[in-house]
């Protein structure tokens, strides 16, 4: 079932002429849509346009200004191939861009980590402006973490104004995305914007969750939003699910090389205290 459009979303509808994803763009501002919400607006889109690429958010102005904005989409559709499935993680490479009316602009990739659903790299200018680029492992398979979530939490919380103790979400196409590069001395009481536990509250949104240190700088910033989602009854019965679900799924394409990176002291303590906070219904 399509997802009401909520009475006061006014969209432009000479944007959307132009831009396929901008209706979804619109209902995703209003609303949190849940993964397969997401998922489901995408293919209709998709269909009714008859395309095969949506591209959401807005490339940051220091990219944008120095290159035409489709072969950037297009580069990042192709990077997202071997960032996502790549065995190897690929250390550091530079890009040597060039497009039609002189527009050049290089740009360096540096591997930086991997998580359960997909790898993190990080995208730098010359000058040092910086973003986190996320490509996931299978981003046809709709989760509540990944492609299929993170896109519609990213646009929801940059139209709500959270950014105080959380990245900011950037652009993404289907297969990847793009949030703001945190960087470690970064202070939330330094940032403008909403904190994020000030919007949940308000909308009955699912708590962040503390105990994955990776996912914050050493300040308390989230850096990846995770599975944030309406924190309605019976939704850590569906979400242990769809979470079963997805790791046979990833064990049936790769075997248990899936559990490499987790095989640690770090993600046994996590895994022991994240199991008991869900047993004790936190």
């Keep these: 079932m399509k997802p009401k459009e909520p009475s006061n979303t ?3 509808l000479e944007a959307i002429a132009d831009r396929p994803e901008a209706l979804v763009e619109a209902i995703a501002a209003r609303q949190l849509l849940s993964p397969w919400q997401f ?3 995408c293919r209709q889109t998709c269909q009714a ?9 807005q490339l940051p102005l220091a990219l944008s200004k120095s290159f035409p904005i489709r072969e950037l ?4 559709d192709a990077l997202a191939i071997p960032v996502g499935q790549s065995c190897i993680p690929p250390t550091s490479k530079t890009y040597h861009l060039s497009a039609p009316g002189g527009h050049r602009l290089t740009l360096r990739v540096t591997y930086v980590g991997s998580g359960v659903v997909g790898r993190v790299v ?3 200018q010359l000058n040092g402006e910086s973003w986190a680029f996320k490509a996931c492992f299978d ?3 709709v989760w509540q973490h990944g492609i299929w979530a ?5 646009l929801y919380l940059r139209s709500q104004g959270v950014g105080q103790n959380i990245a900011r979400f950037q652009a993404a196409g289907l297969t990847w995305m793009l949030w703001e590069w ?4 970064e202070k939330p009481e330094n940032r403008p914007g909403l904190p994020y536990e000030t919007l949940a509250r308000r909308e009955h949104l699912t708590r962040l969750n503390p105990l994955n240190t990776s996912n914050y700088n050493p300040h308390g910033i989230r850096l990846d939003p995770g599975g944030i989602q309406v924190n309605s009854w019976g939704r850590r019965w569906r979400d242990g699910v769809y979470t079963l679900g997805f790791y046979w799924r990833r064990f049936q394409t790769v075997g248990w090389r899936f559990l490499n990176p987790h095989l640690n002291l770090k993600s046994l303590r996590y895994s022991l205290r994240r199991c008991w906070r869900l047993i004790r219904g936190r």
């Design 182 to 185: 945190i960087d470690e001395t």
């Design 122 to 124: 990080k995208i730098s």
């Design 73 to 76: 989409q297009r580069f990042f």
């Design 39 to 41: 998922y489901r607006l």
């Design 49 to 57: 346009w008859g395309c095969d690429r949506l591209y959401f958010g």
């Design 150 to 154: 993170e896109i519609p939490i990213g």
């Design 139 to 141: 981003p046809q398979w």
């Design 10 to 12: 006014s969209p432009n």
